[in-house]
């Protein structure tokens, strides 16, 4: 039976169209494909899937006559308008358990070496430098690593703890009772008290949008690693350098930034002092995007098409 078609605009692994065939679609993977041009067809399809390359917002959906679901291959679904996509009865199908392995694991590597000045020693015996005593680190073990957000990633992040003989709290605002072997359901107030580590695992929303800001890490009993492998918009950098200026923040990890990819990063006025700073590790927006999750997030939406066809 034909199901009508789908538009690939992005570079999925071929596990989505494949099964995607297997159902009855027909599929046009066309990765190189403009917005411009995607503008021009889209009335012609009952699917579109997409990774990061642009916005599925009102403009395209309003062209979408005969549009019945976006798949994003992804976690986050920011990059698409989703109130007017379910006004329009659009359903929205993502993959935050393809990446959340990828997403976990990669947090454990930015902790472990900001933790152990992995960056910092590298870097000096590269240029001559043996400096023991300035690159002594500090151990996982008997910490209190705090959570924010205790979806896909968030749990995940906590499964990687596990071996660590760590203490995981975690806080979610729109859950209650999800306390497990991995993690303990905290108030807010218990996060900023007890936490050694904080680490960010919550979708950008307006709601999110620069909540972790100066008065947010005001708060904070104890000197804190953080890291942020969510959204980049959710925290405001300067409001991160003002912290480890402070001694507030030991060591930051960022795989995200509130402002991505060059020309327009290098034009921020924190960038400088941003790359200039021992203390932060940076990495271009790939903690979910390893060569397994590559295929896992398109195996994911299959299986999700899958049940809704």
Do not use: C
């Not at 596990?15 to 065939?21: G, S």
């Not at 760590?166 to 729109?174: E, F, L, M, P, T």
Request: proline share 2%; glycine share 8%.
């Amino acid at each position: 039976m034909n199901k009508g078609k789908i538009l690939i605009v992005d570079d999925l692994h071929p596990a989505f169209k494949e099964a995607a065939i297997q159902m009855g679609y027909g599929v046009d993977d066309m990765p190189l494909i403009t917005r411009a041009e995607t503008l021009s067809v889209i009335k012609n399809y009952e699917g579109i899937a997409v990774r990061t390359k642009f916005l599925i917002d009102q403009e395209l959906l309003e062209l979408a006559a005969n549009l019945k679901f976006v798949a994003r291959a992804g976690a986050g679904l920011d990059n698409i308008d989703e109130v007017y996509a379910v006004k329009k009865g659009i359903h929205l199908l993502n993959a935050p358990e393809g990446n959340s392995d990828a997403v976990g694991e990669h947090a454990i590597g930015m902790l472990l070496s900001l933790m152990n000045n992995f960056r910092k020693g590298d870097i000096e015996i590269r240029n001559g430098i043996w400096d023991r005593e300035g690159s002594r680190g500090y151990e996982l073990k008997g910490k209190t690593v705090g959570i924010i957000g205790y979806g896909h990633m968030g749990q995940r992040f906590a499964r990687k703890l596990s071996g660590f003989e760590v203490n995981v709290i975690a806080y979610d605002k729109y859950k209650t009772g999800f306390s497990d072997q991995y993690a303990r359901e905290v108030s807010m107030e218990e996060i900023v008290k007890h936490s050694d580590v904080l680490s960010l695992h919550i979708p950008l929303t307006a709601e999110t949008r620069q909540m972790v800001n100066e008065e947010y890490f005001f708060h904070f009993r104890k000197p804190i690693f953080f890291i942020n492998t969510a959204r980049g918009e959710v925290v405001d950098t300067k409001a991160v350098l003002k912290a480890i200026h402070q001694n507030t923040i030991l060591g930051a990890g960022l795989d995200v930034l509130q402002t991505e990819k060059f020309p327009a990063l290098a034009q921020q006025d924190w960038y400088n002092e941003l790359i200039q700073s021992g203390k932060v590790i940076l990495t271009p927006h790939v903690g979910g995007w390893t060569f397994d999750s590559y295929r896992k997030i398109s195996e994911v939406l299959a299986e999700k098409l899958k049940r809704l066809s």
